[in-house]
């Protein structure tokens, strides 16, 4: 069985607006993430060749599996979308062009998205595309394990827990909000919704 693999990200190294401890600590936690979705894992292979799969210890590796997986796969995501050499979104970007078809123009989406950011709790804002319509969504995601809308494919990925806000900006999670603006990488935002329409 093939095991998760930490990835690289060479996109976040010097990210206007982010210190290089606070991206280096946000990576650390990321690989605890794969470490312990590979760890888990195996733990639930074996117990499911053993036959324990009915024990307390095994329904509850499954349930922690969903966070340490999609915390795991969400980070992927987010350091995915960033970029060191930021361009803006062109005009006749078919992500622009989509936005604005479904939230009325660019500026009311990203007025969205920045107040979903900053609404009170932990977790992810997620713009998010239903293959089924094409229809866009920003939704906020609590944790990892929940509230994702089945069947929906992420397409720009922004963290806003306290590990990836706290270190650089405190308490102005807007001052963060802002420097994820100045770093995304609308050319893999563009490639995702390329690839869900594909499906």
């Known amino acids: 069985m093939k095991s998760y693999s930490v ?6 190294k010097g990210l206007p607006g982010f210190s290089e401890q606070a991206v ?13 979705t590979n760890a888990l894992a195996d733990r639930l292979r ?8 009915m024990s307390t210890e095994w329904k509850e590796l ?4 969903a966070w340490e997986f ?6 992927e995501f987010y350091f995915e979308n960033l970029t060191s050499q930021p361009a803006e979104l062109a005009a006749t ?8 078809e479904d939230f009325g123009g660019y500026d009311v989406w990203e007025r969205g998205f920045r107040e979903t950011g900053a609404m009170r709790g932990i977790g992810w804002v997620m713009l998010t595309v ?8 920003n939704t906020w995601l609590d944790e990892h394990d929940a ?53």
Request: hydrophobic fraction near 40%; charged fraction near 25%.
């Open 130 to 137: 239903d293959p089924q319509t094409g229809r866009l969504f």
């Open 93 to 100: 970007s078919p992500v622009r062009k989509k936005i604005e």
């Open 70 to 75: 999609n915390g795991m796969r969400l980070h």
């Open 147 to 199: 509230g994702i809308l089945a069947g929906t494919s992420p397409l720009l990925i922004m963290d806003v827990f306290e590990h990836a806000v706290l270190p650089d900006f405190g308490l102005k999670r807007p001052d963060y909000i802002n420097a994820f603006f100045r770093v995304i990488d609308w050319k893999t935002v563009e490639a995702r919704l390329e690839a869900a329409n594909t499906r």
């Open 24 to 36: 280096q600590m946000h990576l650390t936690l990321y690989k605890g993430y794969v470490d312990n």
């Open 46 to 53: 074996e117990a499911l060749k053993s036959g324990t799969t």
């Open 7 to 12: 990835r690289t990200f060479d996109n976040v």
């Open 62 to 65: 499954k349930r922690r599996f």
